[in-house]
């Protein structure tokens, strides 16, 4: 079947990192000031660490670009390791010391989130949108925090997190934490990007990149959604045993 976006295999997690990692300093190098988008999780790791080790080897400049946080969970900040903007300071803004004035990210205890959703959709369209997201996929095919169901036209939005989601979620913190609802950016926002890079790496993911690969677009796999993106590269892992 011929699919709409370009599909890598690679065969390792190493491989899939690199396939990704050479495909955003390509488009930092020829949009050095833009506004870019990086999902958190376990299967972005080692891309950023390569997009760090390519900045501190002068090969790109990540200081002068600007980011956008992908999603939040509601109740945590930065002095929670699980939270997401935690992990992308880990990752990537303090390693290639980022200043904070170029990063844009939910401030998920604020008491007014419809206000930080109004922020997050004005910061975007500052920037002139979005352009390159480099994206993740939940075990229920939802892109950031856009569980099954939400509308393709949405744009940043406070959601009731699903049980599964809940559930991943755990592993990100070693304390009791409460993490029912998510912020997030749209899929809107995310499909208005220029370019999409979807990594996904392991068994658990199955379902969800068999659902992109084989079936209609359809709310119920938010994932589908790619489909109607012109510029989208979907890299799989050797882990991911998926006949292509």
Known sequence: MMQPFNL???????????????????????????LYCFAGGDTPVR???LLVQAHHEKKINLCEAYYIGLDEWVGLDNSSDGSCISYMKRNLFDPANIPKEQIHFFNAKSKDLEEECNLANEYIKKHGGITLSLLGV????????????????????????NEITQKVGE?????????????????KQILESQYLILEASGETKKEAIKKLLESEITKDWPVTALKLHKNCTVVLDGMLQIDI
């Open 171 to 187: 592993k990100y913190f070693e304390q009791d934490v409460t993490i029912s609802q998510g912020i997030t950016l749209g899929i």
């Open 47 to 49: 891309t950023l660490e």
């Open 8 to 34: 890598i295999k690679a065969k390792n997690y190493e491989e899939l990192s690199q396939t990704a990692s050479e495909i955003i300093i390509k488009v930092l190098k020829e949009n050095p000031h833009s």
């Open 138 to 161: 939940g075990v229920n095919g939802h892109l950031g925090f856009n569980e099954p169901g939400t509308s393709f036209e949405s744009l940043a939005h406070v959601v009731d997190l």
